[in-house]
Each structure stands twice: as C-alpha cells, then as structure tokens.
C-alpha cells in the first residue's frame, strides 16, 4: 500500500510537469537520484595535470634480481598524487610538491647514473578473512563484477538454478547456513585441499540487520555439493558460470585466513639538480593462500589492484645500495569519480539502508526502462530526463527522494513486520501526516506534500539546465521538452537536439556553442527542388539526419503539396549517405519516394518502391516485400519488382537472416547455422532454437558450443511438457462454436 500511495500520488505530478507516462517510486527515484548525484560530481569535476616517474630498481650481490618502485619525494617533500587534488577546483588540498613535466623529464635523465641506498625496510604481517556466502544483493554483485550479468540477468538464471534444485533460495539476505551446509563444505574442502584448508571450528557469520533468517545464503542445494565438473553437461552457458559462482564462494566461507607479508621499503639517492630524492618500492607476499586457493573477490574498478595480487621483492636490508636501470617519467591527469554501475549501485543502496535485496533487480530494470538511466558498457549514465525528475523531487517533494528519510522508513517497515509497531497508523500517518505530540510533530504527509504548491512549480525551470553564457551573453539551456531533450541560447535563440545517449557530462558549454553555432551554419537551404522550387533543409531530429522540402506552413505550392502545406515533406537519409557531403541530387532523390514502377499485370494495382520504417521494400495493393538496401530504391524496376511480389511471403518471426553455418547435426544430419532473428542471435537445426547468451560474441558460436545450446534448450522444452521435434501446427482462426458457448 506505501509504495502504491507513493506512485500513484507522485507519479501525476512528473506527467503534468516533465514528460507523460514516466514513474516515481519509494525506491526507484532514490535510485535515480543517487545516479544523477554522481553525474553532478562528474560534471563539476576540474581535472589536473601532474608527472611521476616510476623507477626500475636492480640488487647488485649475488643474484641480480629487479624490482619496481617511484619517486616519493625531493628533498623530504612528498610528491602530489591523485588523490591528493580537489575534485572541483583541481588544485592541492595538501601540502605536497607538484612535479611538472619538465623537471620529471630531468629525473628521468638522471636517475639511472645513480646508486639509490635503502634506509628503512618496513614487514607488517597481514591476515584476510573469506568472504560471507552470498546472499541476494552480494550475488548480484559478484556476478556483475566476474561474469558481467545485469541484476536481472543474475536473477533470472539463478530462478533456473533454484527450480532445477541446483541451488538454495535465491532471495535471501541471511548470510547463515545449516548445519548440513556447513558439514558439506567442511567435507569437501578436505576432500580438495587437504584438511590444513578446514579450520578447526565451522565459521559463523554475524546476522545482519533486519535479516530474514527463515531462508539460508545461497548455496549449493543437497546434503553434498555437486563439483562444478558434474553439473558442466547439464546446464547452459550461463547457468554453469553461476553455479560455480556460488558454489566456490561457499566453500571458501568455510575455509581458513588467508596469511601473508607486507613490504614496503625507502630508498634515498642524489641527483645533480636534486639534493635529496625519496624512492618507495612495496610488495606483498603470499605466505599461506588459505580460502584464496578457491575465490577471490572482484573490484568495481577493473584498473584497481586487487589485495590479494601478490607482488614479490627481492630480501633488501638497511644500507644495502642498488642499481638504476631505467627510469620512466608519466603524466597523468586527475579522474573523474566513476560512475555506478548495477554492482555499485547494489551496494550502495545496502548500505544506504535502501530498498531490500530481493528488489534490486527490479529496481534496476524499472530505472532503465522508463529511460532515467542507459548502459555505456557497464557504466550507468542517468539521462538529462533523469536530471529533471530529480530535480522536480529535491526543491518541491524533498523528503521522498532523501536517503535519510527513505532509510528510516525502512527500518519502520521492519518494526511493523517485527510487531513492534502496528501498520495503519503508521501508514496513516505517512500519508495525511504526524499526529501532534509525536517524535516528527509537524512533518507534512504525502497527500499535503503532493497538493500544497504543485500547480505553482515552474515546469520549464524544472526541466531546463544552465551550462553558461555565449559570447552574445545569452544563456545556453539543455531542456527536457514533451518530445526529446535540445540546446538552445536564449528564449528565441537557435534550437538543436541531443540524442538520449549523450553523457550530461560530456555537453559542456563550449560543445553546447560549437553544435549551436553548427546548426546555425547548417540552418540555410541546400538548394532549391528542380521540379517545385522549393527550397531542401538538411536537419537532424530525435532519430537521426533527414531532409526537408519546403517550410512549415508554407503555401507556395499547389495541388496536394498545398493542402498539406502546413507539414513539410521529410525523408530520412540513406546509411551510406553523410550530411556533411550530402548534394542537392542525393537529397532530391532521397525525397522522391515513395515512386511508382508501373501497375501490376494481373491486378491492375499500382507498384510502387518506398523507404519504410523497417527498411526499404515494394508494394502493390495488399502486398509487399523487402529490398536487400536502400541503394535498390533507385534501381529496382518493375519487372525485378514483379518477380519479388510473386514470392512467397515470409511468415513473422521468419525474416532471421543467417550469419554462419556450422555444419551437420552428428545425430540428425540436419544442418546447424547461427541466425540473427528478432529478439538478438540464435542456433538453430531447422527445428530446435536456442538462444546465444548475452555477451557471447556469435560469430564465435562453434558446432561444439551450439550443439550444447541445442541440447539444453531441447530439455528444458521435453521437461515442459513439449515435443520440440513434433511437426508445427499453422496457426488458423479460432472456430466459433455456438452462441453461449466457450471458443476453442
């Protein structure tokens, strides 16, 4: 009931404000602030320039062995890093030595002709500790991190693993196992890696908060773990891949630390511009893998060096002197901070106190799907309508999209399930308000939050986003308008639109002027029509480049020209063609369609070619039929026409075109060929489809590998209830039977 008051009462004012049928939600525009909150940061990020140089050590008795280290100081000033800049100033917070280009340039002359003298070595000890089993959001995660699944993906094949009884429950958030579990994983580390792996007593994870200890952490399902090798022939792809997920992250909950050394040591040396000059060289060595002989968990940062990636030092002691042989100088330029991805945004929604587990997923479809958030690889980047709902919420609704506000509504959840607090009363009071002399006295309700002022919002200066001024001093907007997101300098000024994909902080407003002043140049006629005179634009729209022929409400032309005169003609361009070199003849051309060949011999029906939304295709009456491309509109002739319209008619769904073929079925001696269909690419033996898994590149579908997918697909349909070998029935009409009677 909470999150239905709260859709149905925000949702109207987002419709009436920003754009139709978008959404807002107890959850989901908290997640979608928290995305724009990081492109704002990223937006106001000032980069900054600095130099290091990474140094190439060498011992020099006994067995010379090299070794990393950098620059750390001169004369007993540290170097500035990255993290040593402010993200929205780009200047040092702290008292370093900035190196420039130059002066790194010299060390990295002078450094190799000297002998650096170690003057502290530094060995600390280090213990880590394995990881919780997995529970609903740590599984979703992981898989986004190793295996690069979206939340929904995960959850989609875990479902499978669950009802196939692979796996325990899959939306939990108890990290606990049972006894059995426990007993099973002990057993087979054991088994695996010898009994110096299992500690003396089973592990036990803390409860977390507000758990829901009726369901386990997801584990392998059964008394005793299936290897992964025994399920490898049995599941897909992708199931596979997440079992062994799973299963490896269980067995390490139960295995012992992982021991190890850190290192790090200081050198000094002298160079002919620089009195004193600090190295530093760390290291990290592994003593005793422990729980890391079976998983190690990722980085939402590719880049980051993991903490368990051991990196080896040769034994160095106070005094010792080594060599220099080579020395490198690098520049770098400060980073924005990432953006979310769905493992990120996961987490940082669960420690946010935000939502539950068992929701994420669908939290992350819902964001994406009402266009407040797109992928740029795994990146989630919100949109400029993403930055208008948010903005709406934060001045006038500011209490819903609070993280705050939305965690301790969450924790009042908990205490209703719990019975410590009772359901209608707390629900009463979050939609009409708190009761004098309660704690939050005073707090506004959600039917006076939504009603008190929402018809005085200001929807244009809700949905328009200031870069700056223009060297004309007019202001340079992105507005989020009815029907796409534009430019424009000024409340008169030129207008120009932004596709969905654009990152907001990539339009700066030095691109913003350059693609105004662009479109400005463009805005003239290319020329006039041969035929008509009228004069032909070249634009770009929401969907891309087109021309236009004539001026909106023009009259100048006659007969049907003129009666439709107010909407001008417009034609979209061909793939081969580029507006920057577009001619008058090609744009003539372009506009020329639909064009009629002839008329049909038997039907008497004209025959004509156009350019659709699906591509480009012939027609006569009823019937049609597609063109290999577009460059076929200027050359295809009746007779070619004719012989295509006499083809017959390829059903829905049947337009797959074939990418590769594989070769012949061992058992069938049907062939197997890779398509392309509808939906995204496929395996097929003409009777059997199975579905190429997301992210697997399929030209890179073997035999092998698709006569799996064929197989896995072909179970899951027989334990269905399904013949797939059985002959397809032709879908008919459906008979009626007589009046009153069910329809068959």
């Known amino acids: 009931m909470l999150d239905r008051l709260y859709g149905y009462e925000v949702s109207p004012v987002l419709w009436k404000k920003v754009q139709p049928r978008l959404s807002a939600g107890r959850v989901q525009s908290v997640a979608t602030r928290i995305v724009v909150e990081r492109e704002r940061e990223r937006m106001a990020f000032v980069p900054a320039d600095y130099w290091t140089v990474e140094v190439e050590l060498e011992t020099e008795d ?13 004369d007993g000033k540290a170097l500035a890093r990255g993290r040593d800049f402010d993200r929205n100033t780009g200047k040092l917070k702290t008292a370093v030595r900035l190196l420039l280009e130059a002066e790194a340039a010299r060390l990295g002359r002078e450094l190799p002709a000297t002998r650096p003298v170690v003057t502290e070595v530094r ?4 213990t880590r500790r394995p990881y919780a089993p997995f529970i609903t959001s740590t599984l979703q995660q992981e898989a986004a991190r190793k295996l690069r699944f979206s939340a929904q993906r995960t959850m989609r094949v875990a479902q499978g693993l669950y009802e196939n009884g692979y796996i325990t429950y899959m939306r939990t958030d108890s990290t606990a196992l049972s006894g059995q579990a426990i007993a099973a994983a002990r057993r087979q580390i054991v088994e695996l890696f010898g009994s110096e792996y299992a500690p003396e007593k089973p592990r036990f994870y803390a409860r977390r908060t507000n758990a829901q200890e009726a369901h386990e952490a997801i584990r392998p399902a059964g008394t005793s773990f299936r290897m992964p090798n025994q399920v490898r022939g049995s599941l ?43 190295l530093t060289a760390s290291g990290r060595v592994l003593r005793f893998a422990g729980f890391l002989r079976v998983y190690v968990e990722s980085r939402d940062d590719p880049k980051a060096r993991t903490e368990d990636e051991e990196r080896f030092l040769p034994a160095l002691r106070t005094g010792q002197t080594v060599g220099v042989p080579g020395a490198e100088p690098k520049g770098h330029t400060t980073q924005p901070p990432a953006r979310y991805t769905e493992a990120s945004l996961v987490r940082e929604l669960e420690e946010q106190g935000i939502g539950r587990p068992s929701t994420y997923a669908a939290i992350l479809q819902t964001i994406t799907g009402r266009g407040y958030v797109w992928k740029k690889g795994s990146a ?12 709406l919420l934060e001045q006038h609704l500011g209490d819903l999209v609070d993280l705050d506000f939305t965690a301790r509504m969450e924790s009042d959840l908990d205490e209703i399930a719990g019975g410590v607090r009772e359901a209608e009363p707390w629900l009463r009071n979050f939609y009409y308000g708190r009761e004098k002399g309660s704690a939050d006295d005073g707090r506004r309700g959600l039917r006076s ?60 407003l030095e691109s913003a002027v350059e693609l105004l002043r662009g479109a400005s140049e463009q805005g003239g006629p290319l020329g006039l029509h041969p035929e008509t005179g009228e004069p032909i634009y070249v634009k770009t729209g929401r969907y891309g480049d087109y021309v236009q022929l004539g001026d909106p409400g023009s009259g100048a032309t006659s007969g049907k020209r003129s009666a439709r005169a107010a909407k001008p003609k417009m034609a979209s361009l061909w793939p081969s063609m580029d507006r920057a070199s577009l001619t008058l003849d090609e744009a003539v051309l372009v506009l020329s369609f639909p064009r009629e060949l ?31 491309g577009h460059e076929q509109l200027a050359t295809v002739t009746l007779e070619q026409a004719l012989e295509l319209l ?18 012949e079925h061992p058992e069938s001696g049907l062939g197997i060929s890779v398509k392309k269909g509808r939906f995204g690419p496929y395996v097929t033996d003409g009777q059997v489809n199975a579905s190429v898994p997301k992210g697997r590149d399929a030209q890179e579908v073997d035999l092998k590998e698709a006569l799996e997918l064929l197989a896995a697909r072909e179970a899951r349909l027989k334990a269905q209830g399904k013949d797939p070998r059985a002959p397809k029935r032709r879908p008919g009409r459906k008979r009626r039977t007589t009046k009153g009677a069910r329809r068959s």
Not at 243 to 265: H, P
Not at 476 to 502: H, P
């Open 598 to 628: 002839g008329r049909h011999p038997e039907t008497g029906e004209r025959v004509t070619v156009q350019d659709g939304r699906f591509g480009p295709y012939v027609k006569s009456g009823k019937e049609s039929r597609s063109l290999k």
């Open 380 to 391: 989630l980047v919100p949109t400029f309508l993403a930055f208008a709902v948010t903005r």
């Open 236 to 278: 897909d792809r992708d199931a596979f891949r997440l079992y062994e997920l799973i299963w490896k992250r269980t067995l390490a909950s139960q295995m012992k630390d992982a021991k190890g050394t850190s290192t790090t040591v200081l050198l000094s040396t002298s160079t002919p511009s620089i009195d004193s000059v600090g």
């Open 62 to 74: 006994g067995e010379a062995r090299r070794f990393p280290a950098r620059v750390s100081a001169l």
């Open 123 to 126: 060995e600390q000890p280090f």
């Open 449 to 508: 939050m939504v009603g008190e002022g929402v018809d005085s919002i200001d929807a244009r200066a809700v949905c328009s986003l200031l870069l700056g001024q223009d060297d004309e001093g007019r202001d340079v907007v992105v507005r989020v308008g009815r029907y796409g997101t534009y430019l424009q300098a000024g409340d008169d000024g030129q207008r120009v639109s932004i596709g969905d994909d654009v990152p907001p902080d990539e339009v700066t």
């Open 646 to 663: 006499r083809q017959p008619k390829r059903r829905r769904g049947g337009s797959a075109s074939v990418l590769r073929e594989l070769g």
